[in-house]
């Protein structure tokens, strides 16, 4: 009645009702507890000048000192001259489900004077990723793989109110086919609500100009109004304004949260009202990182691997797995022997069928000539039988040979007499 995995559904399929409980609706649970068990691995990436509260927000983020307090910033002489990569990984649990979370930073990125080339280590860190999970992918052995790509990068864009620099655009445009970009205004709280609302816009009419793709919460298709109107609510917030704080203070009314004290008020960091932190961590953590890093594996890891292996001179998928597949490499080579031999057989026949009609097209042009000759003499024969008849009349009927002839003598008989 159902399709099995194996067939393709076909147009026919009956639906019909069960008469009991058969067990297929526990599925659900059964991979539940398969992905608790396994738990999670998650990659981000921040980008961002130095000091734009990178740190500060990945520790907001998932609560935990994931970086420890930043010494102050040493003077030039002391500072990497290249964009340097740094990853942390911690393993953190919440109500039973583990995470491996990875928090690859780009200490240096946008803090030289020339930062023409500061995307170009970050690219070569994506790409080297990839390397290694397409590396990992064509071993005898891989059942045991480890995802180290990077599932989502979060873009740190300074709060100047006017719109993205070069820097930000160039990183960008190079970056967005490789991973999920997502932006972030970064120190909201510098900015007012106008100010964060014009600079949003603009950010993404240059988003828009430059064809920059950034990672979009996923609509499907039956989706109930509760999910549709979540990721309505949460596209509407990007680029998403945060503030960060791992600190806890007091508000006026006596409460203790998460936020930035100043001399006029607090900045509460998981209040919607303040910031978009909460929707920030909602898209990436709670509602899309499944998406985000299904998204790495099947869109952007998988237009890498084609460009990549096309450019190794593997035709097609199946040639990478022939590679790696004695008894596939063993059943191609035949495949490519028994094409050979054809091909000899087919070029032998031709050269033989091409003799033949030579020696055929040879035959009948002797025949025609033969042919033509026999009706040269045979002519001739019925010629000379037709003068030879001719005579025979003229001697039976006892008048002189040639006419000519005669006439002449007698002419000449006339004259003398
Ligand atoms: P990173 O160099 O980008 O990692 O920046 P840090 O996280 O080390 O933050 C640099 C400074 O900015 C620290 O003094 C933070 O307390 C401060 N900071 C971090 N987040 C915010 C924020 O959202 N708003 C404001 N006003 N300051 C912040």
Not at 110 to 132: L, Q
Request: aromatic share 6%.
């Amino acid at each position: 009645l159902v399709p099995t995995a194996h067939t393709p559904a076909p147009s026919n399929v009956i639906r019909k009702k069960l008469m009991g409980y058969v067990g297929f609706a526990n599925l659900p649970n059964q991979v539940h507890r398969k992905s608790v068990r396994k738990g999670f691995q998650f990659t981000a990436m921040v980008v961002g000048e130095s000091g734009l509260g990178k740190s500060t927000l990945i520790n907001t983020l998932f609560n935990t000192t994931l970086y420890p307090p930043k010494e102050p910033i040493s003077p030039a002489a002391d500072r990497p001259k290249t964009v340097a990569i740094e990853s942390i990984g911690a393993d953190i649990e919440e109500n039973g489900v583990r995470l491996h979370l990875t928090v690859v930073d780009t200490p240096g990125f946008g803090d030289f004077v020339n930062n023409d080339d500061s995307w170009k280590p970050i690219v070569e860190n994506i790409e080297s990723r990839f390397d290694s999970y397409l590396e990992q992918e064509n071993r005898v052995n891989r059942t045991k793989i480890v995802d180290n790509r990077v599932h989502a990068c979060l873009y740190f864009i300074q709060p100047t109110g006017h719109s993205l620099k070069q820097l930000d655009i160039e990183f960008m445009r190079r970056l967005h086919t490789k991973v999920n970009l997502i932006p972030i205004i970064a120190k909201a709280d510098t900015l007012t609500d106008e100010e964060v609302t014009e600079f949003k816009e603009r950010i993404l009419a240059d988003i828009a100009h430059h064809n920059i793709h950034i990672f979009q919460a996923p609509t499907y298709e039956n989706e109930d109004e509760e999910t549709i109107a979540e990721a309505e609510e949460i596209a509407g917030k990007i680029p998403f304004a945060v503030v960060g704080s791992d600190r806890l203070v007091n508000t006026p009314d006596g409460r203790q949260v998460r936020g930035r004290a100043y001399p006029w008020g607090v900045v509460e960091v998981d209040n919607e009202e303040h910031c978009d932190f909460v929707k920030l961590r909602q898209m990436l953590v709670r509602t899309y990182m499944e998406e985000l890093r299904e998204y790495t594996n099947d869109v952007l890891y998988e237009n890498w691997r084609t460009e990549k292996l096309l450019s190794m001179g593997v035709a097609q998928d199946s040639s990478v797995f022939k590679e790696i597949n004695p008894a596939a490499r063993l059943q191609e080579e035949r495949v490519l022997h028994e094409a050979k031999l054809a091909k000899m057989e087919a070029e032998m026949k031709m050269v033989f069928l091409q003799k033949v009609q030579e020696k055929e097209a040879k035959l009948k042009q002797s025949e025609e000539e033969l042919y033509a000759r026999h009706k040269e003499m045979k002519d001739a024969l019925e010629k000379q039988r037709a003068d030879l008849e001719d005579k025979k009349r003229k001697i039976e009927s006892g008048r002189p040979l040639t006419p000519e002839k005669s006439s002449t003598t007698r002419k000449k008989g006339f004259l003398r007499t």
